[in-house]
């Protein structure tokens, strides 16, 4: 479950509520698509926004839309207490796996965080995805604390930030990491402007945000680095360059959240305030970047 | 109101619930101590990991306990709703005034923080400190953005994170800050190293993890201060130096929380998990500085 792609959709918010079947739609279309796996409340999916019941509800939505699609369902929360709770939800609702960032308040220890994934995993009887993003949660993993938890029972795979840019650099980051941990856990790479390296650097996934917004184009650029065609894979990520731009200098979320309103999937605004939809001149941007790519959606 | 020593008091949690009477008399020992304000729920006091309704509640117990002490009340949460409603709940409780800081999840824009702050006291009826903490919120305020914020209606002061520990520095940093703000907006120094200076440096306020807990020691220290005494005040800040160094290591809040464990005022364990209290090794720290610091607390 936890190879290949694994496509993250956003999940569209208004004030107080979610659009449930804009999103039963997203997700559907990546079933239809045939990514390797949906990640559902993601941070791409807003989970950290979320109420319990919205949430609950809305891992109950991934999993009825995604058909045979294994799904993962983010159980991230502030509180222990909290992500107990969203496991249970999302094992009832029907999830093949969770997915967990230790979000921080207060900076934690690593012995916190080792604790946190220890009482989860306890509890667990679907495999769960560590999810390592610290421009997010703030907390940095060491690969010496990345170990300890992928020994774990339950730990199926390691969603590691952006590998190196460097080919050589990225592929001795996986090694670094592999050689800690069982070799039954998968590593995913994400940081989507990382990903066709990430793959030719050793990584056995890619979690990804376009995935979950143009699944055929990232299955394509999956498909070549897993049959080792590095020359493909490497010139479908050159050819996205325009929008890895983008992701740089506003957020992988918001550029998303603004194509997706443009492609008439999800109405606006779509982001869960304070969070706001890019300003004009940055949409007028993304527009042109887009445009520039239809020639290149259209071959995929 | 947002002069002297504004004082933060633990909330002491267990797994799922709150000790409201170990809370109560908390805040009533700062009251009976005489500072200034008591800033209710603030991060020393976990607001960010409570739910709505214990912090409806302890935002009432809080304004009970501290008899004619003004009360300031945490208001914080990912989404502007949230806040919006903590916002209500804090007022019908009778606080003096709220406190908020920009958590994030997804990194905040300074249009979308500005946005929070609008909206937010667009509604109020009391005024609202604005809570500068870029080690919890991982939001980094422009003196411009402070600026725009503070010129809002309502705005009465701006908590800061520590100044710099050379005076001059220091002072310069308040200056500067002071030059972008209307005149009725204080500023109030937090990271309790640096009250001290801060205060020396022109800051109003210091906003104190350590007052929640010592409020004597503390009060004198700004006392001082306030009479434009520098000796005695940096005199009480360098003899507290032990603690400072522990606060540095540990965190301010679990420091404050095992010594407070210790004098008998919360139960064990009173952090929200993941969060947990110091490990033994540095417990036995903390008992040996404060024993060292008896005879200096002894003094006021």
């Known amino acids: 479950m936890f190879t290949g792609l694994s496509a993250f959709p956003?999940?569209?918010?208004?004030?107080?509520?979610?659009?449930?079947?804009?999103?039963?739609?997203?997700?559907?279309?990546?079933?239809?698509?045939?990514v390797d796996s949906i990640g559902a409340l993601g941070s791409t999916g807003s989970y950290a926004y979320l109420t319990r019941e919205q949430r609950r509800r809305l891992a109950e939505v991934a999993v009825r839309a995604a058909g045979r699609t294994p799904v993962l369902v983010g159980i991230g929360g502030l509180r222990t207490v909290d992500v107990l709770r969203h496991a249970e939800?999302?094992?009832?609702?029907?999830?093949?796996?969770?997915?967990?960032?230790?979000?921080?308040?207060?900076?934690?220890?690593?012995?916190?965080?080792?604790?946190?994934?220890?009482?989860?995993?306890?509890?667990?009887?679907?495999?769960?995805?560590?999810?390592?993003?610290?421009?997010t949660t703030h907390f940095t993993f060491s690969d010496e604390l990345h170990g300890r938890i992928a020994a774990l029972p339950r730990v199926g795979s390691?969603?590691?930030?952006?590998?190196?840019?460097?080919?050589?650099?990225?592929?001795?980051?996986v090694e670094q990491l592999r050689a800690r941990i069982p070799s039954h856990v998968?590593?995913?790479?994400?940081?989507?402007?990382?990903?066709?390296?990430?793959?030719?650097?050793?990584?056995?996934?890619?979690?990804?945000?376009?995935g979950g917004l143009w699944?055929?184009?990232?299955?394509?650029l999956?498909?070549?680095?897993?049959?080792?065609?590095?020359?493909t894979a490497s010139s479908i990520s050159?050819?996205?360059?325009?929008?890895?731009?983008l992701f740089g200098d506003y957020g992988s979320l918001r550029v998303v959240?603004?194509?997706?309103?443009?492609?008439?999937?999800?109405?606006?605004?779509?982001?869960?305030?304070p969070l706001q939809g890019l300003p004009d001149g940055a949409r007028h941007r993304v527009d042109q970047a887009v445009r520039g790519l239809a020639p290149i959606l259209a071959r995929h």
């Open 10 to 34: 956003l999940t569209p918010v208004s004030e107080t509520d979610v659009d449930e079947s804009a999103f039963f739609d997203l997700v559907a279309r990546l079933d239809r698509a045939g």
């Open 215 to 220: 699944p055929q184009a990232c299955l394509a």
């Open 158 to 173: 390691i969603k590691i930030p952006a590998t190196p840019a460097d080919p050589q650099a990225a592929r001795e980051r």
């Open 257 to 273: 959240s603004a194509i997706a309103e443009q492609m008439g999937l999800v109405g606006a605004p779509n982001l869960p305030r």
């Open 186 to 210: 998968t590593i995913g790479v994400s940081g989507d402007p990382a990903a066709a390296g990430g793959l030719l650097a050793g990584c056995d996934a890619w979690y990804s945000v376009l």
């Open 222 to 231: 999956t498909r070549a680095a897993q049959r080792d065609d590095p020359d």
């Open 89 to 135: 939800d999302a094992q009832a609702g029907g999830a093949s796996a969770v997915l967990l960032a230790p979000m921080s308040y207060q900076p934690l220890t690593d012995e916190e965080v080792y604790d946190l994934y220890a009482d989860v995993t306890a509890t667990l009887s679907v495999p769960l995805v560590v999810y390592d993003n610290p421009g």
């Open 238 to 245: 050159d050819d996205l360059a325009p929008l890895w731009e």
